[in-house]
Protein backbone atom coordinates (compact mmCIF):
# COMPACT_ATOMS: atom_id res chain seq x y z
CA UNK A 1 0.00 0.00 0.00
CA UNK A 2 1.49 3.61 -1.49
CA UNK A 3 1.78 6.62 1.57
CA UNK A 4 -0.63 8.28 -0.12
CA UNK A 5 -3.34 5.13 0.36
CA UNK A 6 -2.56 5.24 4.23
CA UNK A 7 -2.91 9.03 4.31
CA UNK A 8 -6.75 8.10 2.89
CA UNK A 9 -7.11 5.65 5.65
CA UNK A 10 -6.24 7.95 8.07
CA UNK A 11 -7.97 10.96 6.77
CA UNK A 12 -11.10 8.59 6.19
CA UNK A 13 -10.62 7.56 10.19
CA UNK A 14 -10.94 10.72 11.22
CA UNK A 15 -13.65 12.08 9.46
CA UNK A 16 -15.72 8.72 10.58
CA UNK A 17 -14.88 9.52 13.83
CA UNK A 18 -16.39 12.77 13.82
CA UNK A 19 -19.19 11.94 12.22
CA UNK A 20 -19.72 9.43 15.06
CA UNK A 21 -19.69 12.10 17.62
CA UNK A 22 -22.41 13.57 15.95
CA UNK A 23 -26.07 13.50 17.50
CA UNK A 24 -27.80 11.58 14.01
CA UNK A 25 -25.36 9.86 13.04
CA UNK A 26 -25.49 5.90 12.58
CA UNK A 27 -23.20 5.09 15.21
CA UNK A 28 -23.19 1.23 14.61
CA UNK A 29 -22.18 1.73 10.99
CA UNK A 30 -19.50 3.62 11.52
CA UNK A 31 -18.04 1.79 14.53
CA UNK A 32 -17.87 -1.28 11.94
CA UNK A 33 -16.33 1.07 9.00
CA UNK A 34 -13.67 2.32 11.76
CA UNK A 35 -12.75 -1.43 12.57
CA UNK A 36 -12.58 -1.82 9.36
CA UNK A 37 -10.54 0.34 8.74
CA UNK A 38 -7.88 0.15 11.80
CA UNK A 39 -7.59 -3.65 10.66
CA UNK A 40 -6.73 -2.39 7.64
CA UNK A 41 -4.05 0.05 8.46
CA UNK A 42 -2.21 -2.50 11.00
CA UNK A 43 -2.74 -5.15 7.67
CA UNK A 44 -0.22 -3.13 5.87
CA UNK A 45 1.85 -1.54 8.56
CA UNK A 46 1.99 -3.56 11.59
CA UNK A 47 0.96 -0.52 13.63
CA UNK A 48 -2.22 -0.21 15.54
CA UNK A 49 -3.63 3.70 13.80
CA UNK A 50 -4.54 5.03 17.55
CA UNK A 51 -1.14 4.68 19.09
CA UNK A 52 0.24 6.19 15.71
CA UNK A 53 -1.98 8.99 15.86
CA UNK A 54 -1.54 9.66 19.50
CA UNK A 55 -5.37 8.60 20.31
CA UNK A 56 -6.06 7.47 24.19
CA UNK A 57 -8.01 4.74 24.44
Partial sequence: MKNS???KL???Y???KEKKE???ANSFKISETLK???HRYFH???RK???DL???I
Wanted: glycine share 8%; no cysteine.
Fill in 14 to 16: KEL
Fill in 49 to 51: LKS
Fill in 5 to 7: ELK
Fill in 54 to 56: GEL
Fill in 44 to 46: ETG
Fill in 36 to 38: IIE
Fill in 10 to 12: ISQ
Fill in 22 to 24: KKH
